[in-house]
């Protein structure tokens, strides 16, 4: 990390470095912060003794780098530089406290967004929110829960977006591990159970996909064609019976009986029932049920809230 990070932080000191190149450097600079576990007791936790990394030695100059991320005109390495704070607030702990009155003045813009094409940034930020919050305690957190809380009532509310789901039940879960029990007092708890119970029962995102039968979305060309043609046939089919003695109606209806008793009606019953089942089945078989990876994530996303309501407000939960 001595050799690599110095000269990763120097990419983002260059005014025309090309975007992808910072968006490959802030990756590299993420999987540092992703691999470092404050929490991790084994030999390898690093100390004074050795030359790991440590999270605290970086982070002045990680934030740094994610402020001029921030910005740039690219909003996906808006969003990037979004997560990478995200990770940042989760690997420092309470280290990060000193970096919370900046981060809360960039988050508050941030989740104020409305614009559609941005709205992607605002659900990152909402789920940086919940990563600050972990970080930082409720101590720390209280005195501006109120007004970000709120953001996150409005944007779940307002605007109907995957993301934006996913981001505030993420954040909800943060919130719940800090508040415990209490959260169950938040004025806005119902609305948030409500949402998570519908989100789970939800099956919006799950689509079924029938065999193709050939045609998919397109009409034949032929087709009202063909039908005028059949309307022909049976109109003529019909004016030949018309036109038939009552002597061979007669024998054509002797006929199609006699047939009809030679014929084995068990057998033929447990054939045509074994053909149709065959036929049920591999239609069955070839039916697909497609799910989109947006519903998933945000299903388990509104699961992990509920668990963690569950898991912090006990018996005043239930």
């Known amino acids: 990390h001595k050799m690599i990070l110095p000269n990763v932080f120097r990419v983002f000191e260059k005014q025309n470095e090309e975007i992808r190149v910072k968006e490959r450097a802030l990756s590299a600079i993420e999987m540092f912060i992703d691999a470092y576990d404050p929490n991790d007791d084994n030999d390898n936790q690093p100390n004074e003794n050795n ?12 934030m740094n780098v994610i402020g001029k991320c921030l910005e740039t005109q ?22 990060f406290n000193i970096y919370l009155p900046k981060v809360i003045q960039l988050l508050d813009s941030l989740m104020q967004i409305k614009d559609e094409d941005k709205i992607d940034l605002r659900a990152e930020a909402t789920s940086c929110l919940g990563s600050v919050a972990g970080a930082v305690g409720f101590d720390s957190f209280k005195s501006i829960l109120p007004k ?6 409005d944007g779940l509310m307002d605007i109907e977006n995957s993301d934006i789901r996913e981001s505030s039940f993420m954040y909800f879960s943060e919130l719940a591990d800090i508040m415990g029990a209490d959260i169950l007092k938040l004025d ?16 919006d995102g799950l689509m079924v996909e029938l ?77 697909k049920l497609n799910v989109t990876t947006g519903f998933m994530e945000e299903k388990a996303a509104a699961v992990h809230a509920l668990t963690s309501f569950i898991k912090n407000g006990g018996f005043g939960f239930l």
């Open 188 to 203: 806005s708890f119902e609305e948030m159970l409500n949402m998570i119970l519908f989100v789970i029962e939800d099956d």
């Open 148 to 153: 970000f809380h709120q953001y996150v009532m």
């Open 211 to 287: 065999p193709d039968d050939g045609f998919k979305d397109a009409i034949p060309k032929n087709l009202l064609k063909a039908e005028d043609q059949m309307a022909e046939m049976e109109a003529a089919e019909a004016n030949n019976l018309q036109q038939l003695s009552e002597e061979e109606i007669q024998r054509l209806m002797n006929e199609a009986i006699a047939a009809e008793e030679a014929e084995d009606d068990d057998g033929d019953d447990e054939q045509d029932e074994e053909e149709f089942l065959r036929n049920h089945v591999g239609q069955l078989k070839t039916i």
């Open 74 to 95: 690219s909003q996906e390495l808006q969003k990037q530089a979004i997560s990478t704070l995200s990770s940042c607030a989760q690997a420092s702990l309470t280290n």
């Open 51 to 62: 030359d790991q990394f440590k999270i605290v030695t970086y982070l002045q100059e990680i």
